[in-house]
Structure formats: structure tokens, C-alpha cells
């Protein structure tokens, strides 16, 4: 009773709730007519869409960064790569894989740039994050009106300046994942089969980079930098290390989420996008300052669960779409819980 | 907590709800429809000069003719009518009269005040007529104005672009 | 040149900065000056009372405000609630601003908890509460409001019977406070009675300041641990700073939409914040410093940038779009770059203290410390 007691308190009640909410909605569903199989098919295919956002948050949160909120950073570098590879005429999977590669270089550079200025303000990370990252997007706004991208899909018809406020990569590399070795049981159920594997893959990569050298030094300068100092890591290079991995992991997880979405989204589109994803993995059990991928798995799949069973449950029982006023109150709340809660790191 | 000072709360709050009530009073607004079709009160007809110039509450002077109604909008229980009489008599009345505060739409007989009638007779609600009517009559509350075709569901995004 | 001048330029950097930015932009947009006058003295009367909300946090060392939303949120109920029920004039924004104290109180309360909850967070919890709270605001509105709340006015909902619309017209109140005593100078229309409101808002503001509570607060942003020592309540009067803080957001909002005219019910609330904070820091504020000068010159300022931008975008690369994003950018890169320097000094502060401590420390220690410098 007692461990019991223990793991309830440090799983949070928050979760607990929100746990038993999603079991709640899949029990339901057979009993509104809400197709299970189709359901579990899509909540499948989101967490291949976004999986590796709620992955790149976890390099930042070890290294002591707290919670990226400036992930949309990351963003505009995989819609940079995104872009020049549509400019240059890519298509398919060297299209894919192209959009990848540019995508890692400009995510580099960004990274290195942020983690320098995020040294600088150790203790005040987040709300820097948030403002870098939006005024990131309008500049790139600016820029998306003014580089000289000449490819038709992408500018503004008749001869407008700049390129269109969604492009769409239909006929380039749409669901070139979701497709990939593509599973598909019944007419409702598909399972997404490559992305699911990219978001394994990216998964058990950073495991394995958590437990070489390097990344055990990263987790200690997150969570004891006294030792990490004293064992002479310095704290500094590991932390820009984290916040260009974390960049360069949000490139390619917005790249991954265009694939299934199927359009990429400029201008103000980035704005929000690290919200999400902080939610989830927040939803996972990761704190402040400490997150392991069983957060990322289980905080990805309750959030995209519930964004996925919500609107079509409460359709079905109340004839009312509250989806969207539940995501806001449950990704938000739960955030906050995340920033009130005391931390048990020793500084 | 103590007495003196939940006292002088209490106070406050009682304070602020008197002064809610009594901002309602004052505040609360009515559509006056200008009536100058003929009433016929304790068995007398009254009718409405031919040709008269209404105010009400010193704003610009509208027109009127016989049997016609206008629409304005005034806020408080009392107001004043100033009704000057262009054809024939060539006389000037001005009246003062009260709106309960629950009626939001009031019909003003000007036969009536012209006619000396009592003053319960001027003021009467106004009860929409059943099913469609012609606009002239059709009541127009204030809320009506930019009534946007904007009836946007508040599900609006698309999967990619959450507002946080 | 003298280093009078030269501290100056140093301390108000921002603000000749933007000073510079609009005095290029306004002929490039080719605005009228008697329009942009007029449309300044507008904006003053509309919003100053909002930045003002944000005094009081800053001084009680709790940063910039972003939960001033909540305030503004109840402003927003307290008319919903005059429009349904007809009020009209000034009765009618007295009412609504009654209506909301209670709503603001609360709201402001349960803010300041929760940043006492997250002390060192105060600015990102804030953000965040804002947003949480905007779910929560739109439950009520959009859902609670003509079914369990009782609407009496039918056009007041949307058409599936239950829920506010998007857009209400205020024609009711319109304008009330800014015709309220009108004066045309010049060809240009003074809201004098909104300029005396914020008269008087200011005035209560340099009032509070020397009240002891005001003094306990200035202390309590000032050094936490050495006022909780000194016996001063840091937790209540944290909490108070934010609740005057909301009180006064939600009185600001009402004025605000009376001179707008309409409300628009999901998101007349949302930016008020940032777009507060940024007029703030334009005048010259920072994040442990504001006064009264930094938001009337903010306010001129940053609306100033809002109505030139747009034209100057398009004149410069025939698209206005460029002109919004830039405003954007700036609103967005002032705040920024404000959070950047607070916290650069605030690591500095701490490096330095901790150094003397130290007296020089180990290898180790010495390059961690000047990896931040």
C-alpha cells in the first residue's frame, strides 16, 4: 500500500486524472459508435507525427535548460530544409532525405547560436526561450516574403513577392513515412509503420548517446552541477551541446510531422508549435529538469490519445466539439503543474 | 477576522451591491417607439396632429406625421418630451415620463400626452406581434450591430496550428 | 562626448532606438501628421490604463505581468454581463467594472498563489496561467454562458442556442467615456475624461508607493529573504501586488473596448498582455524597474510603430504584410531582449557574489564562471 501511496504522489494526481480520462474515453467508444479501430489507428499515425518534437525536448531538460520553449527555432530550420529542398527540385525519398540534411545544418547553426545565448541567462532559460523563439518566426516571416524562392508551387500566384503561407508536398514526399512498409489490417486500421520505426530509430539513438560519455555528462550538469563542475565537465560546452541537439531534433521532427500532415506551414505557423510537445512530455512524468523516453513514449501517447478520442466521443455523446478548450486546458495545466512543483534537484 | 473589521467589510460589500443596484437602475436601457397613431382612451379617440417635431431628451428633433412610429434608444427610468406642433395649433408641449425599469420596449402615445390624458395611458409595453413583420416594426436591440457572419466554431484549427 | 550624455544614451537605449526607427518610418508610410495625432491621443485614452496594471508586479519584484489577462478576462465578463442585461452609458461601465472586481480579485489571488508557488518562474507561470486560463474563460463563455448562466438576451448567443457569440456590439456604451466631456482642440478630439481617469490611476499609484504596504512591497521585490527577515508578509503582499495588478487590468480592459466598441468575445483578450508588456519596455522600462513616464512615452511609441509599420512596409517592398511581421518582430524581440538583459545582469550579480566568496576557486570553477561572463 505504501509503494503504491509513493508512486501515486510522484506520478502527480494531474496524471493519475488524465490517465484514467483516456482510459475512460476508450472504453466508451464502442458504446458511441466511435470506430475503436479507426481511432487507435489515428492516435498511431500522430504519435509518428510528432513523436520526435516531444523527443527533442529531452537533450535541454537533462542539461538543466528547463523546458524548450523555443523548439519553434528548431522548427524554422526544418522548414528552411523543407523549402530548398522543394527549391532545388527534390522529390521523393532524396527529397526527404534532403529536407533531413539541410534541415541538421541550419538546426546546428541556430543551436549553437541559442545555446550560447542561453548560457548567458542561466535561471531564466524558458521565458527567453518562449521570446526568441517567436521573435525567430517573425523574422523568418520577413524572410519567407523577401528570399528569392522561385519555385511555383511555393510563391504566391500572379506574381505576388514571397512564398505562400502553406505549401503543400503533395507529389514530393507526402506520408513518404506514414506509407513506408505500411501496415494496414481491416479498411479503419493502418499502421504507420515508417514513422512509427524513424521515431524507434531516433528514440534508442538518443538512449544509446544518454548512456555514452558524453551524455551521462549532460544529465550531470542538469542535475548536479556542483559534481559536474567539480568532476571538470565543462557545463557550458555540454549545455550547447544539448540545445543544438534539441534544435537539430526539431527540425527533424517537423519535417516527420509534414510528411503525414502533408503541407508545410511558414509565417506564423511555427509560433505555438513547442507548446505541444512540452505538454506532452510533461503529461509523460518528465519535470523540470529530468525526463527520460518512458516520458516521451507514454507522455506522447496520452496527449495525442486524448487529442484524438476527445472530439469524436464528445460528438458522439454530447453533440458538442469541446476538443479544442480541453487541449487548451489540459496541455496548460498541466505545464503549470509541471512549473509549481518542487524540485528535488540538488543545486 | 475581527468584528470591527468583518463589520466594516460588510460594510463595503453591502456598499458596492447598493450602488449595483442603483447603477441598474439608472442604466438600464429602452427602446422608446414614438407613437403617433390615434388611441382611443376612456372612451375618447385622440388623434396626432398632422404634422409635429418630437425630441426627446433635447436630441435632434425627428419629424412626424400621423399614425407613424419611430425608434429611440434612451437610457434610464426618467425622460422628458418636448413635442412641437407644426400644422395648425402651432403649440409646443414638453412632458416628463417614466419607464419601468423591466420594460425594454416602450410605446410613447403622443395623442396621448397631447390629449392631456392621464399619465398612465402614455407609456405602454410593447408586445411583438406574432410571426413576421414589416421592418418598420421589427424591433432592433442594440445587440444586433455587427452582427458578423463570424459564427466561427471554436474548433477552428487545423492539426498543425494549436493555439497553446 | 560628456559621460553625462554618454550614461544617457546607455540607460534609455531602447527607447532612442525606437525613437530613431519611427521618425524613418513615419514619412516613409506616408501617414498624415493629424492622423497619426489623433490617433495617438485615441490610443492613450484606450490603453494607457492597461499598462499601468503592470506597475505594481514589477515593483514587488515580480516581474512582468503576464497574468494581467486574467483582469482583462473579467473586464470582458462584466460587459458581457451589462450588454445581456442593457445598461447603457456610464451606469453601464460602472456596473460592468463592479462586476468584475469580485471575478478580478479571485483571479487576481489565485495568480499570485500559484507564482508563489514557482518562485523564480514568477514570468513563465504567469504566461502560462494565462493561457490555461483563457481555456477555462472560453468554457464559461462558450459553453456555460446561456446554459447554465442564464442569458436573458437571445441575440447575445450563437445560433445553437448556448454560447456568446464571437462579436458583440457595446453600442450601448460606446464611446461613453470618451465623450464624456468633449474637447476639440485643433481639429482634434480629446477623451478628457479618459485622460483623467488615468490622472487619477496614476496619482493612486504614486500614493501606494509611500503607503507602508507600498514600501513592504518595494522591499519585498527588492531582497525576499532580508524582508521576510524584517518581518514583512512577502507572500501576502506578492499575492496583493498581483491583485491590484488584475483589478486594475480588468478596469482597463472595460475602458479599453468601450472606445473599441465591440468585443471580440475568443480573442479581444489575448495579446493585451504582450502588447502591454512590449509598450512598457519600449518606454524605457525593465523588468525590476517601471514607473509612470515609461508607459505614456511607451504607449506613444509603440502605437506610433503599429500605425506606420504597415504602410511603411508596403511602400518600401509593396508588401504590407512585411510591415505587420515587423511590428511583430519588434513587439515579440523588445521582450526578449528585455528577459535577456535582466537575467544577463542577474547571472553577472550572482557570478560576481559568488566569486568574492570564493576568493579566485578552483580551475573548474574559474572556467564555469567565465564561460558565463
Known sequence: ?347 | MTSRSLFQRSCVLLGFIALSVYLFYIGKGHTLLIDTNAVTINGKELRSPETIEVSIDGKPAESMGRAERILILAGGPRHTITIEVLSGDDKKVEKQFTIPTFMDSAVVSVPAILGDAPPEFWVTTFTAPPVEEAPAEQMQHEQDAPEATTEISPNATAPGQQKP | ?373
Open chain 1, 1 to 347: 500500500m505504501d509503494s503504491m501511496k509513493r508512486f501515486a504522489a510522484d506520478f502527480g494526481l494531474p496524471r493519475i486524472i488524465i490517465t484514467l480520462y483516456l482510459f475512460a474515453l476508450f472504453l466508451a467508444a464502442p458504446f458511441v459508435g466511435v470506430n475503436l479501430p479507426a481511432s487507435i489507428s489515428d492516435t498511431l499515425i500522430r504519435i509518428g507525427m510528432n513523436g520526435i518534437m516531444v523527443l527533442a525536448l529531452v537533450p535541454m531538460i537533462q542539461s538543466g535548460c528547463g523546458l524548450n520553449f523555443g523548439l519553434s527555432l528548431g522548427v524554422i530550420a526544418g522548414l528552411l530544409g523543407a523549402t530548398i529542398s522543394i527549391e532545388m527540385g527534390f522529390v521523393g525519398a532524396w527529397g526527404f532525405v534532403a529536407a533531413i540534411l539541410i534541415s541538421q545544418a541550419f538546426g546546428a547553426v541556430f543551436g549553437y547560436g541559442y545555446g550560447k545565448l542561453l548560457n548567458r541567462v542561466k535561471g531564466g532559460e524558458m521565458m527567453i526561450a518562449t521570446y526568441v523563439g517567436f521573435s525567430s518566426v517573425m523574422i523568418m516571416s520577413i524572410a519567407w516574403l523577401i528570399l528569392p524562392f522561385k519555385d511555383p508551387t511555393m510563391i504566391w500566384g500572379y506574381g505576388g513577392t514571397g512564398l505562400r503561407t502553406t505549401i503543400s508536398v503533395e507529389g514530393f514526399w507526402r506520408h513518404i513515412l506514414d506509407d513506408f512498409l505500411v501496415i494496414q489490417i481491416g479498411e479503419n486500421f493502418k499502421f504507420p509503420t515508417g514513422a512509427i520505426l524513424v521515431f524507434a530509430v531516433m528514440s534508442f539513438l538518443i538512449w544509446v548517446f544518454f548512456h555514452l560519455k558524453i551524455g551521462t555528462a549532460i544529465t550531470a550538469v542538469g542535475s548536479n552541477p556542483t559534481y559536474a563542475r567539480a568532476s571538470g565537465i565543462n557545463i557550458d560546452r555540454m549545455r550547447i551541446v544539448s540545445v543544438m541537439m534539441s534544435t537539430m531534433l526539431g527540425a527533424l521532427g517537423i519535417i516527420v510531422f509534414q510528411q503525414s500532415f502533408g503541407f508545410i506551414q511558414l509565417y506564423e505557423g511555427p509560433l505555438y508549435m513547442a507548446f505541444p510537445a512540452v505538454a506532452a512530455i510533461l503529461i509523460g512524468g518528465a519535470g523540470v529538469n529530468k525526463a527520460t523516453l518512458t516520458n516521451v513514449f507514454i507522455g506522447a501517447a496520452l496527449y495525442q490519445g486524448i487529442l484524438t478520442m476527445t472530439p469524436s466521443i464528445f460528438n458522439a455523446v454530447l453533440k458538442v466539439d469541446m476538443s479544442d478548450v480541453i487541449r487548451i486546458i489540459v496541455s496548460n495545466g498541466m505545464i503549470l503543474y509541471a512549473l509549481t512543483r518542487k524540485t528535488k534537484v540538488a543545486k
Open chain 3, 1 to 373: 562626448m560628456s559621460s553625462k550624455l554618454r550614461l544617457f544614451f546607455i540607460e534609455n537605449a531602447v527607447v532612442i532606438l525606437f525613437v530613431v526607427l519611427i521618425a524613418f518610418a513615419i514619412p516613409v508610410s506616408g501617414l498624415p501628421g493629424t492622423f497619426l495625432m489623433q490617433e495617438i491621443l485615441t490610443r492613450l485614452g484606450r490603453n494607457t490604463f492597461l499598462v499601468i496594471a503592470l506597475l505594481l508586479p514589477i515593483m514587488a519584484g515580480m516581474g512582468l505581468n503576464f497574468g494581467m489577462v486574467l483582469g482583462a478576462m473579467a473586464g470582458q465578463l462584466g460587459l458581457i454581463f451589462i450588454t445581456d442585461w442593457n445598461i447603457v452609458g456610464i451606469p453601464g461601465l460602472l456596473l460592468a467594472m463592479i462586476i468584475s472586481l469580485p471575478i478580478s480579485v479571485f483571479l487576481g489571488w489565485l495568480c499570485g498563489s500559484i507564482m508563489n508557488l514557482a518562485k523564480g518562474r514568477e514570468m513563465v507561470t504567469g504566461f502560462i496561467l494565462a493561457f490555461f486560463m483563457n481555456g477555462l474563460y472560453m468554457m464559461v463563455v462558450l459553453y456555460a454562458m446561456g446554459s447554465l448562466i442564464p442569458i436573458m438576451n437571445p441575440e447575445l448567443l450563437l445560433s445553437r442556442g448556448y454560447g456568446i457569440r464571437n462579436v458583440i456590439g457595446l453600442d450601448g456604451v460606446r464611446q461613453s467615456l470618451d465623450t464624456l466631456i468633449p474637447l476639440k482642440v485643433a481639429g482634434l478630439n480629446i477623451p478628457v475624461f479618459s485622460f483623467l481617469i488615468i490622472a487619477a490611476v496614476s496619482f493612486f499609484i504614486i500614493w501606494f508607493r509611500k503607503t507602508k504596504i507600498g514600501q513592504d512591497m518595494r522591499a519585498a521585490g527588492q531582497d525576499r529573504a532580508v524582508s521576510g527577515a524584517a518581518g514583512i508578509p512577502v507572500e501576502q503582499t506578492r499575492i496583493l501586488a498581483i491583485i491590484i495588478s488584475t483589478v486594475l487590468a480588468g478596469i482597463g480592459q472595460i475602458i479599453f473596448l468601450q472606445n473599441l466598441g465591440t468585443i471580440n468575445t475568443t480573442s479581444s483578450h489575448e495579446q493585451i498582455g504582450m502588447f502591454s508588456i512590449a509598450a512598457l519596455l519600449i518606454g524605457g522600462a525593465s523588468v525590476t524597474k517601471a514607473s509612470i513616464p515609461n508607459v505614456i512615452v511607451g504607449v506613444i511609441l509603440f502605437h506610433l510603430l503599429f500605425l506606420v509599420s504597415p504602410m511603411a512596409g508596403k511602400n518600401l517592398i509593396g508588401s504590407g504584410m512585411l510591415g505587420e511581421y515587423f511590428r511583430q518582430f519588434v513587439s515579440y524581440g523588445v521582450i526578449a531582449l528585455a528577459l535577456v538583459l535582466y537575467e544577463w545582469k542577474r547571472v553577472t550579480q550572482e557570478n560576481d557574489s559568488r566569486a568574492t566568496l570564493r576568493g579566485g576557486g578552483t580551475p573548474a570553477a574559474k572556467e564555469a564562471k567565465g564561460g558565463a561572463a
